[in-house]
């Protein structure tokens, strides 16, 4: 699995772990973050969640193989798309969230983290939006 999640002192931490991909985000990534994120929400004994990459990328975003491959549904009253479920999460999630950022936050990964209610960026953290220039 690309996330691997940990429970441990009332801290949820949600680990992005595709370090070959630079931590590029898929479909399944999209569900397993938000199904933890969900659990996380029902579960009283988690106080706090937290979103992390490894040391030299937290994400360079979209797996656009991925996304090409399974391009999300939009159509009215269909199941939102994985990316949807995640970011809806994020932003109704009731306790505090925080990111810790090491390397680039491309795209979504930057996104992402104005959902959180607190970002640590470390030294080498750099935030990129592309499609800005687009």
Do not use: W
């Not at 070959?20 to 399944?28: R, S």
């Not at 360079?60 to 798309?81: K, Q, R, V």
């Not at 390397?103 to 939006?129: E, K, M, Q, S, W």
């Amino acid at each position: 699995m690309t996330i691997r999640t940990a429970t441990l002192n009332k801290v949820l931490t949600i680990e992005i772990a595709r370090p070959e991909k630079k931590n590029a985000l898929t479909q399944a990534m999209y569900t397993a973050m938000a199904e933890a994120l969900e659990a996380a929400a029902a579960d009283d004994t988690v106080r706090v969640a937290v979103i992390q990459g490894d040391p030299t990328c937290f994400t360079a975003g979209n797996d656009l193989m991925d996304f090409l491959s399974n391009p999300p549904d939009m159509t009215p009253g269909a199941e939102p798309a994985p990316v949807v479920r995640f970011l809806d999460i994020l932003r109704d999630f009731p306790k505090p969230l925080i990111a810790a950022v090491a390397g680039p936050a491309v795209g979504i990964g930057t996104t992402l983290l104005l959902h959180c209610d607190l970002v640590y960026a470390g030294a080498n953290a750099g935030f990129r939006l592309p499609f800005v220039n687009l």
